[in-house]
């Protein structure tokens, strides 16, 4: 029997454990390692080349979206399906749209959470119950991914920042534009920078730019 290799993203350490232990159970899967943000994720996905990476949607530094789209990038032969408390349609859009090829409830029993990693590492899509009634619906009018789903961790205001950045303004231009001090401006920037993971201001803009901000000139029409 072929063995799947599978690697577990989750910020908390005790569902990572137990999902561990659930998977060393099943014949022909082997846990191959683990992360608790999608940052670390990306690094160790690259380097142990999994076959299926489990991934939640909500954690620190990065998200779960935003992962999946640099690993589906970065290391298309993995698959990548989402394991997450988040029920939302959005999200749901949001990480097929992303990459990912199963999005499957916490909570679902270990057939259905073996069944899907099976699936992924096939080449299949695969909805855990309780979604998959809702996917043909909701394919009918999905919309691509949004900043703010390729960004979770951000807020609006550290959105609306940053699409001015990416659109060229300084931070003086930007504190007008706000009406805020220039002081306020620079405290979001850094948080924008540490949240993104990013040392300098035009890798922000880079990574901005990529999902779609800061294309048009601010004020144009």
Known sequence: ?????????????????????????????????????????????????????????????????????EIAARSPDTAVVVLTMVEDDDALLAAMRAGATGYVLKGADQDDVVRSIRAAAAGEVIFGPGIAGRVVQLLTGRRPVTAADRFPTLTERELEVLDLVASGLRNPEIAARLVVSEKTVRNHISNIFAKLQVADRAAAIAKAQQAGLGVDEPGGS
């Open 1 to 69: 029997m072929t063995v799947l290799r599978v690697f577990i993203t989750d910020d908390h350490p005790a569902f990572r454990r137990g999902l561990a232990g659930m998977l060393s159970t099943v014949e022909g899967i082997e846990v191959v390692g683990d992360a608790p943000d999608g940052a670390i994720a990306i690094e160790r996905v690259a380097e142990v080349a999994p076959d299926v990476v489990l991934m939640d949607l909500h954690m620190p530094i990065m998200g779960g979206i935003e992962a999946t789209a």
